[in-house]
Structures are given as C-alpha cells and as structure tokens.
C-alpha cells in the first residue's frame, strides 16, 4: 500500500486578517509526484509558503513522516527533509551558479556527500556546469529553474516542492524540465509540483489536488481528472 | 611639500578610512541600518586597546585580536537583544535606536574613561626615503588595516558565513528557505560589523591620539566613505576610504587642513548627485 510522507488536515493560514486557507486536506505518498493545481490566487504558493514555515498556519495540521511540522521554522522543515524550490527561482544576485548551489547545502555538514550531490546536479543539468562560476541571476530563465531545482536538491530532501515550474519558459524547456523531475524522482525523491499549467502538470504527475478559493475541490489519479469534463473545461480550456 | 609625501599620506590615511567605513558598510548593506553606534565602537576599540597595554604592557597588536572580539560579542548582544526586535522597520526607526544606544555607549566611556586623548606610544622611529618621510607606527597601521579588510573579502567571498549574509541581503525570504536563520545572521553581522570597527580604533590608538569628541568624527568618515565608495562591498569601502585619504591630503595641502573635510563632503553631495551608486556600484557583497 501506499504509505503517505505528507499528510495535511484542516490546513487555514493567511496574510495578517486576510484569510487564504480556509480547509486544505491532502497528502502526497511517499515516491510518487503529486500535483496542486489551481487558478490565479487560489493560494497554491500559500500553501507551500505554510508548508516550509515562512508563514504560521491558523488551524490544521501538517504532519511530515510522521511527526507534526504546523508552526516550525523553516531550518527546523528543511532538517526534516523538505526543500522549497520557490515562486521565480529566486537565486541569489551576485553569487555564482556554484554559491547559489552550496546555499542549498547550507545546513549540512557531509563535505563528501554535499560534493558528490553537487556532481549530480551538474550531471543532471550539464550547462550548470559549463556556468558555474557566472552570476546565476544573469542566465536565462530556464537555467535559473534548472539552478533552482539543483539547490532543492543540495540539501538533500526527502520531498521536494516546486512552485510554478513552467512560469515563463517555453514549451521546449517545460518539457526537458519535466524529464528532469521524472529523473530525480527515478532516484527515490518525492515531488510535489505546484503549477498553473494544467497540462504540464498532469504529464508528470501521477495524483492531483484541484484548490479552489483556499479549499481542495478535487482529487484523484491525473488519469481519471485530465478526463473529468470541469477540470478539462475550466482548467485545460477544452 | 612633496608630491609624493602628499600622496603616501593620503594613502595611509586612506587606508584607515576604508577601515573605518567597512563595518558601517556592511551593517548598512545588509541589515539596512544606518548604525550610529559605529564612531562609538572604533573609540571603545581604542580605548580598550589603549588601558590593555597601558596596564598590562601588552604589546598592542597582540591585543588588536581580543579588542576585536570583544566588540563582536558587544555588537552580536546589541542586535540579538535591541535592533532584531525592529529590524524590519523603516530604516529612520533603527535609525533612532541605534542613535539612542549611542548616547548610552557613548556617556557611559566618557564616565569610565573621560575625554582624555590617549596613544599607545610604539617609538619605532620614521624610515626616510630622500625627502619623503614614513613614521613607522603608520606603515603599520596601513598594512593592518589592509590585511584586515583583505581578511573580510576572503570571509565574504569564500566561506559559508560569507554566503549566508549575502543571501540573506539579497532575499531574506530565499534564504529562510535555505534554512538560514535571518535573524541570527543580522546579529552576526553586526557583530562583524562592530569587530571591524574594534580592530579599527585599536589600529587608530597606535597612530593618533583617541578621544570621545572623535565618536561623530569617525561616523562621518563612515558615512562619506560609503558614499563615496558605493554601499556594502569590501571593494566599494577600500576605493572610497583610498579617494577621501588622498582628497583630504590633497586638499588639505593645497587649501588648508581646516578645508579638507569640506571637499570630502562636497565631493560626496557631488557623488550622490550624479552617481548615487558610489565608484564602485555593486551589486552583492563582494
Ligand atoms: N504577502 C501577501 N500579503 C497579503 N496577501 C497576499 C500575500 N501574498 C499573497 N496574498 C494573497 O493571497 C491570495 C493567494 O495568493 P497565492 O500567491 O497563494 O496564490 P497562487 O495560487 O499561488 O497564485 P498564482 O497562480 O498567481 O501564483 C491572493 O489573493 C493574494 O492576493
Ligand atoms: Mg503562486
């Protein structure tokens, strides 16, 4: 059976009096890559931002590999094992490809292991390496998301998230970043994308969350809700 | 006077300036505080520094590392204790409190130590090369000073502290995500900030006399240097301390001692007009 390494109950968070959660339930099982869809402002990045302890939740639960999580601080999230790619990449200008890499690492202390990961995304995304030592900011968009998927990845996290993985990148790219994930993901690591982009989003995914408004409208296989007639009409334009 | 006695001077002073205006600039780039404090801390630096050796016979360099981290640790408290709590305010708040920190700090040396300027006195005599003269407590307090701020670069640029406070300059929001605690990256970098400053006045009470007027002197210093130099790189505070030592020397040769530091500021209202980045406009802390 499926064991779940995420399980979110009775999730409500928000900005100060604004409330943008109202009930999130969900769970992600352990080696699959789940999906959160939505349109704009449902509160897809909300949630992740809850999730990594940038934002205290109000209500609900939030329990990674068995222990609650709800309300710790982002190292504390991270040491357990997840990492937060966020909403446009966000690198850090000024600091080269490598640094920007070695910031995931940031609270690990296996030198070794942190080099032979370091290898591995390299490997992954060859012209990382080839840009190493240039301001990772000044790259195109679709290296700065290979470079903000590879520093998830250096802290070597148990589930990976992404926010908006496609956003402002061409066709082309979605789709070689898309393999990327199935790579990573063939080495053991849980994803959890979050996306607009419907299509792209159940190309890789295997389960989806449909939030509408702070609240999870549908769930299911991606196989079954990519033929559903109102996720198809309202989300995929068909 | 010689040309290149105006100018050795000019870069020996210089050399202090940029090591007077590092810490400032960091404190300033990266949490976004203007810290009044600083003119306070160079002098406490000095002072300390001064009393060590006065008592002790101490040979001053040897004390220049323990001043230091005296002052980091002063620095670290203050930020844990006061300045974390509105460090996300507008910059006028920090502004203020640190203002009000300074009064405090500084009434309290004037009550421990009075006014009274003090010298470490080295008498390691002046080297002389035809017509132009080097007393050697200077050279040794411009090579201090540079290995110092050549230290900082190589912290900044190559080590895991180094990384962590230029991302968490960049995008506090990011680097939480790193797991970086913000927070105590602030402290630290106050406290590296109030190190430098330390080991600054140390280096300062071997050359000239130190005294509680110099506080604001010195935090004028601080502010054209950045200014001058451009905010919140290691490079950016070495040009500009280098440009204000040569200007002043320069100027004060030419137009009288008593004029030097106004060019120093004009030439700094003349920069923020038409080049508000500094001389070296950077973009991380390099
Ligand atoms: N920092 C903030 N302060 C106040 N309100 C915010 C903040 N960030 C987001 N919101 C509000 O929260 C709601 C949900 O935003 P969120 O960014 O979570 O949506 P999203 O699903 O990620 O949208 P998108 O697809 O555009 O990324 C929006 O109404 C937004 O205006
Ligand atoms: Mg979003």
Known sequence: ?238 | MDVFQILLNGIVLGALYACIAIGFSLVWGVLNVINMLHGSFIILGGYLTYFAWHYTGIYPIILLPFVALALFALGYVLQHLFINKVVTAPVLTTLTLTFGLDMILYNLMTVFFTATPRRVTLDLGTLSFGDVYLPIDRLLGMALALVLTALLYLVMRGSRIGRAIVAVRMDRQAAALMGIRVNQVYSITFGIGALMAGAAGAIFAMVFPVTTNLTGVFLGKAFVVCVIGGLGSVPGALVGGLALGLIESVAGYTIGPQNAITVGFLLMLFLLVVRPTGLIGVKGYE
């Open chain 1, 1 to 238: 059976m499926a064991k779940p390494i995420l399980e979110i109950d009775g999730l409500q968070a928000g900005y100060g009096d604004v409330q943008v959660l109202w009930d999130i339930g969900l769970s992600v099982n352990e080696g699959e890559i789940a999906c959160v869809v939505g349109s704009n402002g449902a509160g897809k990045t909300t949630l992740l931002r809850t999730i990594s302890g940038l934002i205290e939740p109000k209500a609900g639960s939030i329990v990674f590999d068995g222990e609650e999580i709800a309300g710790a601080r982002p190292d504390e999230v991270l040491t357990r094992g997840i990492a937060h790619v966020p909403e446009g990449r966000r690198l850090f200008k000024g600091l080269t490809v490598e640094d920007n890499l070695l910031l995931g690492a940031y609270l690990r202390r296996d030198k070794s292991a942190v080099r032979d990961d370091m290898d591995f995304v390299l490997d992954l995304f060859p012209i990382l390496k080839e840009r190493r030592l240039q301001d990772a900011t000044t790259m195109s968009g679709g290296e700065q998301q290979m470079c903000a998927i590879g520093r998830g990845i250096m802290s070597r996290p148990r589930l990976l998230v992404i926010d908006e993985l496609s956003l402002g990148l061409a066709p082309r790219l979605v789709e070689r970043l898309s393999e990327a994930l199935i790579e990573i993901n063939g080495t053991g690591l849980t994803i959890l994308l979050v996306e607009q982009d419907v299509m792209t989003a159940f190309d890789v995914a295997s389960r989806a969350f449909v939030i509408e408004t702070g609240r999870v409208s549908m769930s299911g296989e991606t196989s079954v809700l990519g033929e559903d007639p109102r996720v198809r009409e309202a989300y995929m334009g068909i």
